[in-house]
């Protein structure tokens, strides 16, 4: 991170922005600011390299061919590889996750291949995953209940160099009971909502790997309110 400024990538939301996901860059901005973080976001279209010196980039959800041209161009521009490997934060959501993978879906099933910066491997399911998601997250991150939407017909398979992101209690994620993976800083999920709306605690867990260090406390009444809403309507259901 340069100084104390987050400088945040939101990668090619011509090609992967559905569902609201370009929230979560708000989300973040909102919450660093809310500390005195200075921030700096970049809406980087498809036709334009990655800048390498970038603290967090987002990935968002997207149709079949905007995700496989996404991974084409994201693997032949290979800048995101490079912030990896210096220790940047990457978040990737339903397509933006699964292109992370060494592999997934593409318009007829058929396998297409990813960065190969998450050891997953992601094909297409017989059923559509379609509603309200929620898990309890991996102890060692730190972060409360989450709760989102999925529209997908992913199934996702974690290699032992992922870790699952979190375990279902209502909805479908990876097909195995699991929701989601990370390595290192390097986090995908199924959810939208946005995400970072719904779950201020995972949009702080990026902006502490992010800083390096640990965060002050903010008020959440307001996303309580709204966490608490989604997650008692599930139980209702």
């Not at 036709?47 to 995700?67: M, N, S, T």
């Not at 058929?110 to 559509?128: C, F, N, Y």
Request: some cysteine; proline content about 5%; hydrophobic content about 40%.
């Amino acid at each position: 991170m340069s100084s104390d400024r987050i400088k945040i990538v939101w990668i090619y939301p011509d090609l992967l922005s559905t569902y609201g996901d370009q929230g979560n860059t708000i989300v973040l901005e909102r919450r660093a600011a809310l500390r005195g973080i200075p921030t700096e976001t970049v809406n980087l279209r498809s036709d334009e390299p990655v800048p390498a010196d970038g603290d967090i980039y987002l990935l968002g959800g997207g149709e079949d061919r905007p995700q496989i041209l996404a991974a084409q161009r994201l693997a032949g521009d290979g800048g995101l590889a490079r912030a990896v490997q210096s220790g940047a934060v990457v978040f990737g959501v339903c397509a933006g996750y699964q292109l992370l993978g060494h592999e997934f879906g593409g318009e007829e099933g058929q396998p297409v291949a990813g960065l190969g910066i998450l050891d997953i491997r992601s094909g297409r399911g017989e059923q559509r995953a379609v509603g309200e998601i929620v898990g309890d997250v991996a102890g060692e991150l730190g972060v409360p209940r989450i709760t989102g939407f999925e529209n997908h017909q992913g199934v996702t398979q974690l290699g032992p160099n992922a870790r699952p992101f979190a375990k279902v209690l209502h909805g479908t994620g990876n097909g195995d009971g699991f929701e989601g993976a990370y390595s290192g800083r390097v986090l995908g999920t199924y959810m939208h909502g946005p995400a970072l709306v719904r779950n201020p605690g995972l949009a702080d867990l990026l902006l502490r790997w992010a800083a390096g260090r640990d965060l002050q406390p903010l008020d959440d009444s307001w996303a309580g309110r709204l966490r608490e809403e989604r997650l008692n309507a599930v139980a209702g259901g």
